[in-house]
């Protein structure tokens, strides 16, 4: 009964506008590079105020999905993450667009993040307790760990050249150094700027490695070769087959199941998941000389995950309080701004607020189905105009993304430095994405690890006495060493 | 030839019209939107209290207030962008406690003689805060363990040389005795750490540890400021305990040093009456800070007092 009131609830004429409201202008924000779900949820928080609780949650529920999701958009169509989420949708769905399948590639990304997000919502729903209790037991030791076990993924995003990829990795790791350490608050590489004291910004980073570099690097080549961006619809094969979706059930509900207890885990977010779950799957899967060639599953398994993340971060926001990424610390601010404090007590006080927020999550996702499907014909008509059109509004929009990240120059140059670095990175074929992990979890790995170790006053026995840090640290070196040593006995069964 | 000369005397004249704002109707402020940067993210305290002050203050003056973030360093980001900006009234900022640690902490050469502070909104305690699992279950009993068993007891601060770890600092020094420091990224993160049975104790704000209190995590052991907490009715303050309180947290509201002393007085005015006022004790009451205002003259005094006091307590922590 409480659920049919729920539901109903959100089909109340404003509070539905509302929600659309927050799923058209979360498309639209997520979709350019640098304006992140973050900051979308933050920018229309304020507006959310002026509204009663169900509208104003309605809004902010369908901006953080939305932007999730449409985040995939361009890095499908542009090679440019709309969000630091979509970062691993480039690596499959950006190849799918140069060959033509865009359409496909943004209906899958339609369809897999609202089935993403559907499933978080579904454990949201059911078993919140236990996973937000179960997301507590990650701790410093335990997160430096998953930090870890994610560095591993540095080979499956190397491409054709894991040498080279290994090496840049290793240049991400160092260049996550710049900045304030955690211990002692010792300034490494920043140059006396007060701007690098908090590090390099990863999203501007982000934006210049994939954005600005691959538009330089089209700049560059379009004067020798006529390569012209294919980013018209196909009108054959634009909708996936349901045969071809049923084939991807299996690897999308791993990733799913990945990402949600990622998502719980406090301070780990869909950027994790979607590397994680492209490189758990790749390891997996049957073809994984496709991944990162322009592989449908690939680019699947990226979408469920960055929106499964979503139920996972809300589910340790309401039941403990705890922000389970950047956007639900947000949230929690609003919460409280309308007299509700999250936490378990929140489940007892404010039972019905809860369901009508979890309604609100399904009906989003619906809607952004819906929106997304009929839409998905728009997207690439819009690329495709003249390429130095293209060029500038792209550039455009990712110099006003990185300014608005923290309203800072320095994020500025630190985009377009990284942008002609992406550049040369894609002349001499290197990979970017074993440079973006190294950036992402080195400062993850050295912050958790360093923490762990001023707790227990440098020892390292409580990685192998944590049952979940040594049971990642078997997965991790166990999935590292597999493929070569399946491949090693392949050959010798062979030669016999 | 022609057409250079009129480029170029278009060109100067432009240029002269850039100057034309500052002769313009003298002494009537505010005639335009006013700025105010926050050097912290969106949605935490500083922000918070910073655009609902704003949104009382747009009513009085009748210009919009723009809150901008510029987060970065412990505010020595944004710190730096206003000393830079033009005295006008126009640029404002949020200076939070760390304006007066920046300068000894190494982040920049600012200070908070750098500034003119308009008036101060609040104040910001610590609490003691431990697992509800926790074998302590007053302020003295964790005191007495942590003697017994020096640097055993880890406590979570919100990140090297931060307010919290300084807070953790002003406990050993009026208990005397010797904690394991471990900072985190955020005082929210401590006191998950706390929940999660990682570490023992974490000294953050009320608000950061009220969803793990009232869902029985957590238990909050002491207030560190003199009076109790509207948050936590039934935990006695450090006051009642008998210590001294060596640090507390801040915030306050400033302008960039050589700004007018007859634009200082309508914003010191107009924010006064809005941090007075019933809708920002409210929602003090509901983050768990403790209201108190001071003009212009008592803030300026008092982060200039606190700057020296950090300037003399910093250094013995041999950060770098």
């Known amino acids: 009964m409480d659920w049919i009131t729920a539901f109903a609830g959100v089909f109340r004429p404003d509070v539905f506008f509302y929600l659309v409201v927050g799923v058209v202008s979360g498309a639209v924000i997520g979709t350019l590079p640098g304006l992140t779900a973050t900051m979308a949820v933050a920018v229309l928080t304020p507006i959310s105020f002026w509204l009663e609780p169900a509208c104003g949650f309605a809004m902010l529920i369908g901006v953080y999905n939305s932007a999730i999701w449409s985040g995939g958009i361009s890095a499908i169509l542009i090679n440019t993450p709309g969000t630091p989420a979509s970062m691993a949708s480039t690596f499959d769905g950006y190849k799918l667009a140069r060959k033509g399948y865009s359409g496909l590639a943004l209906n899958i990304n339609t369809i897999w993040s609202v089935t993403g997000g559907l499933l978080s919502t579904i454990c949201l729903a059911t078993f919140s307790f236990p996973l937000a209790r179960f997301a507590l037991k990650f701790g410093p030791a335990e997160f430096a760990v998953v930090a870890l076990f994610g560095l591993t993924m540095m080979v499956s995003v190397s491409g054709s050249s894991p040498i080279k990829g290994l090496l840049v990795g290793f240049l991400g790791l160092l260049f996550s150094t710049v900045g304030l350490e955690t211990i002692h608050a010792f300034k490494r590489y920043t140059f006396g700027q007060v701007g690098l004291l908090d590090g390099l910004n990863f999203v501007a980073v982000m934006i210049g490695l994939f954005g600005i570099g691959e538009i330089l690097h089209q700049i560059y080549t379009s004067e020798r070769e006529e390569n012209v961006i294919q980013a018209e619809v196909k009108t054959k094969g634009q909708m996936p087959s349901p045969k071809l979706l049923a084939s991807l059930v299996p690897q999308n509900l791993f990733a799913a199941a990945i990402s949600i207890i990622i998502g719980a885990i406090p301070g780990a977010g869909g950027d994790i998941a979607s590397i994680v779950s492209w490189g758990q799957a790749k390891r997996m899967s049957k073809f994984p000389e496709e991944y990162g060639e322009g592989s449908v599953e690939g680019l699947s398994v990226t979408c469920t995950a960055n929106n499964a993340v979503i139920g996972g971060a809300m589910t340790t926001m309401l039941s403990l309080g705890i922000p389970g990424d950047a956007v639900t610390a947000i949230l929690i601010g609003s919460l409280m701004m309308y007299g509700m404090t999250p936490g378990p007590m929140l489940f007892i006080e404010n039972r019905p607020f809860v369901l009508t927020l979890i309604a609100q999550m399904v009906i989003a996702n619906l809607v952004i189905l819906v929106f997304g499907l009929t839409t998905s014909k728009i997207y690439p008509r819009l690329l495709a105009v003249k390429k130095t059109t293209l060029w500038v509004v792209v550039l455009f929009s990712c110099f006003v993304g990185a300014y608005a990240i923290n309203n800072s120059t320095t994020d500025l140059i630190a985009m377009a430095v990284f942008g002609i670095v992406g550049f040369f990175f894609k002349m001499l074929d290197v990979p970017n994405g074993p440079f973006i992990l190294g950036l992402l979890l080195g400062g993850l790995l050295e912050a958790n690890l360093r923490r762990t170790l001023a707790m227990t006053m440098g020892s390292y026995s409580i990685f192998f006495t944590s049952v979940i840090s040594v049971t990642l640290l078997i997965i991790a070196i166990v999935s590292l060493f597999l493929p070569s040593i399946i491949s090693g006995i392949k050959k010798k069964f062979r030669t016999k | 030839m022609k057409k250079k000369l009129l480029v170029l005397l278009l060109v100067v004249l432009v240029a002269f019209s850039l100057f034309a704002e500052g002769s313009k109707e003298k002494g009537k402020f505010p005639t335009k939107q006013i700025n105010i940067v926050v050097g912290a993210s969106p949605g935490g305290t500083s922000d918070v209290v910073t655009r609902f002050i704003a949104k009382d203050v747009e009513t009085q003056l009748g210009v919009p207030i723009v809150t901008t973030n510029k987060p970065g360093g412990s505010c020595s980001v944004a710190f730096e962008y206003m000393a830079a900006q033009k005295p006008d009234g126009y640029n404002m900022m949020y200076m939070p406690v760390e304006s007066a640690m920046v300068k000894p902490l190494g982040l920049t050469t600012l200070e908070p003689s750098s500034i003119r502070y308009i008036g101060l909104a609040m104040y910001l305690p610590a609490t003691v805060t431990v697992n509800k699992n926790a074998p302590w279950n007053t302020f003295e009993e964790l005191i ?177």
């Open chain 2, 144 to 320: 007495a363990y942590a003697r017994a068993n020096p640097g055993k007891v880890t406590v979570g601060n919100s990140g090297t040389g931060s307010i919290w770890h300084f807070g953790a600092a002003g406990i050993e020094q009026v208990t005397g005795v010797k904690f394991n420091h471990v900072p985190f990224d955020g005082g929210a993160a401590a006191a998950t750490a706390v929940m999660g049975g990682h570490i023992d104790v974490a000294a953050v704000a009320p608000g950061e540890v009220l969803p793990g209190v009232q869902g029985g995590d957590l238990k909050v052991l002491a207030i560190v400021d003199k009076n109790r907490s509207n948050l936590y009715p039934d935990v006695p303050s450090f006051g009642e305990l008998g210590y001294d309180v060596k640090v507390l947290g801040w915030g306050a509201f400033g302008v960039p040093k050589d700004t007018p002393d007859d634009v200082v007085a309508i914003l010191e005015d107009a924010f006064g009456k809005a941090i007075q006022s019933q809708g920002f004790r409210d929602l003090c009451e509901k983050y768990g800070l403790t209201p108190g205002y001071l003009n212009a003259a008592a803030s300026q005094e008092f982060a200039e007092a606190q700057a020296v006091w950090y300037q003399n307590e910093i250094p013995k922590f041999n950060l770098k």
